[in-house]
């Protein structure tokens, strides 16, 4: 294979980012409110699409920055694997805005979220795997560490199952990737 420039890498994934952020958002609706003055009541059933949407745009994100610095340690792309292993990635994200929706119409729904998890795995594993593929063909002879990027794919695919018990553990399972990715790498090392 001819080695491929990270530009095209990048840019072809940048524009599928994009393009997942911007389904997110188009699905957002535009709220009936009765004029009975100033309440959030009308907003109440709202809340859930809401959390929903705040916890798709916020994996999306973090996927993003992830790609965005795990691209920048690479010149070229040298191995069909890492292409492709990619766009299983992109694939995965560009699914987020419709089990995104497919969950706020449902909610509370034991396989509308089953199915979100499963989607949130799948990018996740996919992420993992190209991470671990990037760095061995950056150098084959270095093992790569795992030990963060194992935490993500275990605790989605836990999430899928986690409805069939308890919708609310499914939802703090979900909600735990990200909140993980925010805490200081130093406090993680030891996982």
Do not use: C
Request: positive net charge; aromatic residues 14%.
């Amino acid at each position: 294979m001819q080695p491929t420039p990270t530009v095209r890498f990048e840019s072809f994934s940048d524009g599928v980012f994009a393009i997942a952020t911007t389904l997110l958002a188009l699905e957002l609706r535009v709220p009936f409110l009765q004029n009975s003055g100033f309440s959030f009541q009308g907003l109440t059933p709202l809340i859930p699409s809401l959390l929903t949407f705040v916890l798709s745009f916020v994996t999306i994100a973090i996927f993003w920055v992830n790609h965005h610095q795990l691209t920048q340690t690479i010149e070229t792309i040298s191995r069909r694997r890492i292409l492709w292993l990619n766009t299983l990635l992109l694939l995965f994200l560009t699914l987020i805005p419709f089990v995104t929706e497919t969950l706020s119409a449902n909610a509370p729904s034991s396989a509308a979220t089953a199915i979100y998890a499963f989607v949130l795995f799948g990018a996740s594993l996919s992420f993992s795997f190209l991470h671990y593929w990037i760095h061995k063909s950056n150098n084959p002879d270095k093992p790569v560490s795992t030990k963060r990027s194992v935490i993500g794919p275990t605790i989605y695919f836990l999430a899928i199952f986690a409805p069939l018990l308890s919708i609310p553990l499914a939802y703090v399972l979900l909600a735990i990737p990200p909140l993980f990715y925010f805490l200081p790498k130093s406090t993680t090392k030891s996982l």
